[in-house]
């Protein structure tokens, strides 16, 4: 029986090569793999229904070969493990050859079955074991084709080569698209991970800045306010006459204010950062000097100690932050000092390290990858009056400075001396 080199059917893809994804299969996936279970079924119902049309002597043998066929391969669709397995796979599409091989040795129109397992090997398989697999597959269509034919014409050679390299094309461009699938699918879940992130970092951020904001306004306005009263009515109570009928009702006053006062200066404790609630700005920027990884940290105190309002020493622990942040995120440093000095009129920060570096120029004018952590620090800075530089050169490390002026005293002159000293 004589048959025409068999036509290049459409295109039917399978999902990527490999294990099939533990995820549930998409939309898709499920409508290809139904596409190819048609296809096959077709192709055998066709061999049988043209064997039994024709009257063909093996007739029989035709349909058992069918039926085979078919049974094997709607086993391995059933078998979880050749889908987990490729030895399992491998073992599978093993069994569809010889089950192949046995059509096409009684059946010219079994070298149609060539064209949906040239995309389970692509698919079972790795790449380049599946393309191997693809080339035997469509010799044997060709050999099965010859065996049944007379003659050997042009397309009994071209369909099955075309037929597998259409197969081949198809699975890499499938392929391609479900990698680019893949990774946007993981951008949106990271995107959608780092929103949230970025959201609970907002809100902490604001609370944050409210306590300090809260802490800021308490400390210059109420706490300043009450000290300067106390420190009012001790020296009118010093001006009045020993006996004076008004002396008890100024004690009164001044020791309200004094009660007042120790209320708002714990509503400042109470709003300050974590970080300075227990010690002093040397002790949280020592703490922070011992809990950065993979670096060393070294600090140093230099001058004597003031106690700094709450809003510098927010600052300039935010910065000491921020600069160390920077220096384990870009710097590739293996060392880093952070200086807090003292000076009569100013208190300066410094952070060195000895890492990589950069040039400021670009930093300063966007062009590259800096973020908003120099601005920032250089916003805080500025907000209280102070200097923020930064001095850095590739392969030359970075020095972040910041010095903020000391805030001056109440202008007390006027009192007593033990009342100046009390207020300081």
Known sequence: MTSAAPPVPPAVCAPPAGPAPARALTPVSKVLKLCLHALLLGLLALAVGRAVADSAPRTGWVVAACVLLASVYAAGV???AVHRSPRAGALWLAGLGAAWAGLLAVSPDGLW?????YFLELHLLRLRWGVAAVAVTACAAIGGFLAHSSVATPGAFLGPLLGGAVAVATVLGYQALYRESERRRELIE?????RAELAAAERSAGILAERERLAREIH?????????IQLLLRAAERALPEGAAARPHIAQAREAAQDNLAEARRFVRALTPPDLEHGSLAAALERLCSGVPGLRVRFSLSGRP????????VALLRIAQSALANVVRHARAGRAEITLTFMDASVTLDIVDDGQGFDPSSAASGSGDGGFGLPAMRSRAETLGGLFTVESAPEQGTAVAVTLPLPLPLPLDHLHHSDRVEAL
């Open 190 to 194: 990271e995107l959608i991970t780092t």
């Open 78 to 80: 059933r078998a979880p």
């Open 306 to 313: 003031r106690v700094l309002p709450t809003p510098y020493e």
């Open 113 to 117: 079955i060539a064209f949906p397992l």
């Open 220 to 228: 210059d306005t109420l706490a300043q306010g009450l000290s300067s």
